[in-house]
């Protein structure tokens, strides 16, 4: 079984910043994508960030270019989502998402809520 934890969600001001966590445990697995996905109520869940892990290849919305950063620490099997510059409409559950040598998996989600 494989398993994937988020952290790092909260209550922000809009131009805050918060760094989001996701660990992989469970069984050993090559990770070939690492992601950030996010869904607002009554939204669709949409791709936020990627990391390709062979090359470190990254891909993101074109509403977080320029302010999210996505990063991996393949030894850990973890990866971040620094969110800079936050607005209201960042506001969401990011759920983590792994696509691996087992399938894919998600993880619960960490709720990110941007005041204003």
């Known amino acids: 079984q494989v398993q994937l934890v988020e952290s790092g969600g909260g209550l922000v001001q809009a131009g805050g910043s918060l760094r989001l966590s996701c660990a992989v445990s469970?069984?050993?697995?090559?990770?070939?994508?690492f992601a950030w996905y996010r869904q607002a109520p009554g939204k669709q869940r949409e791709l936020v960030a990627g990391?390709?892990?062979?090359?470190?290849?990254?891909t993101y919305a074109d509403s977080v270019k320029g302010r999210f950063t996505i990063s991996r620490d393949n030894a850990r099997n973890m990866n971040y989502l620094q969110m800079n510059s936050l607005k209201p409409e960042d506001t969401a559950a990011y759920l983590c998402y792994v696509e691996s040598s087992l399938g894919d998996y998600w993880g619960q989600g960490t709720q990110v809520t941007v005041s204003s």
């Open positions: 469970g069984r050993t697995i090559v990770i070939n994508t």
């Open positions: 990391i390709y892990s062979a090359r470190g290849k990254t």
